[in-house]
């Protein structure tokens, strides 16, 4: 059974720092690439960052782009997400993705608040 636990989210003040984990079961997460994306109210999901299986290879939305980097540990089957000089605009639920087994899997997300 697939899942995905994410972890880290928290009430941040602009410019401050967070470090998201998604924590993957039920698969070999080495064999596959993994996304962070996020949700803002009232908004569509959108894609942040994007892992390839051994991670040599990221890319990124142009919002977030040498703020956030992406990372994983294979052996912890484990992805991260380090996000830095958060603006309010970050503000938004983030979600762990992989593509396995022909369907997609999301996690139940956590909540990134950016505010003063």
């Known amino acids: 059974q697939v899942q995905l636990v994410e972890s880290g989210g928290g009430l941040v003040q602009p410019g401050g720092s967070l470090r998201l984990s998604c924590a993957a079961s039920?698969?070999?997460?080495?064999?596959?690439?993994m996304s962070w994306y996020r949700q803002a109210p009232g908004k569509e999901r959108e894609l942040v960052a994007r892992?390839?299986?051994?991670?040599?290879?990221?890319n990124y939305a142009a919002s977030v782009k040498g703020r956030f980097a992406i990372s994983r540990d294979n052996a912890k089957n484990t992805v991260y997400l380090q996000m830095n000089s958060l603006k309010p605009e970050d503000t938004a639920m983030y979600y762990c993705?992989?593509?396995?087994?022909?369907?997609?899997?999301w996690g139940q997300g956590t909540q990134v608040t950016v505010s003063s």
């Open positions: 993705y992989v593509w396995v087994y022909y369907r997609t899997y």
């Open positions: 892992i390839t299986p051994t991670g040599d290879s990221t």
């Open positions: 039920g698969f070999t997460a080495s064999s596959n690439a």
